[in-house]
Nanobody
Framework: QVQLVESGGGLVQAGGSLRLSCAAS????????MGWYRQGPGKRRELVAT???????NYAISVKGRFTISRDNAKNTVSLQMNSLKPEDTAVYYC???????????????WGRGTQVTVSS
């Protein structure tokens, strides 16, 4: 069984910073891409940033230049450094990873339960 667990959410004032972390654990054979999505109040879930196993990154236009995604392949972790936060960044942030588990021959997307980020004005 594979699990993704996020940490690091919280309440911050506009202009502040937060760092989210996500750890993948369980019967993991290999991890390809990892990333972060978010879902704000009354909004659809949207891509924030992704990173491949080789370190190539992709960002939503709304966060480019403010957020930085990174990963530690040895520890199966992915992090999101969020700077210059805005009230519109308020959302539940979800970690995701494209994983091949030990007991499954196919690759699947796994999701964490999410962590709340609230940015006050």
């Amino acid at each position: 069984q594979v699990q993704l667990v996020e940490s690091g959410g919280g309440l911050v004032q506009a202009g502040g910073s937060l760092r989210l972390s996500c750890a993948a654990s369980g019967s993991i054979y290999s991890i390809n891409a990892m990333g972060w999505y978010r879902q704000g109040p009354g909004k659809r879930r949207e891509l924030v940033a992704t990173i491949t196993s080789g370190g190539s990154t992709n960002y939503a236009i709304s966060v480019k230049g403010r957020f930085t995604i990174s990963r530690d392949n040895a520890k199966n972790t992915v992090s999101l450094q969020m700077n210059s936060l805005k009230p519109e960044d308020t959302a539940v942030y979800y970690c995701t990873a494209y994983i091949r588990a030990l007991d499954i021959s196919s690759w699947e997307y796994y999701w964490g339960r999410g962590t709340q980020v609230t940015v006050s004005s």
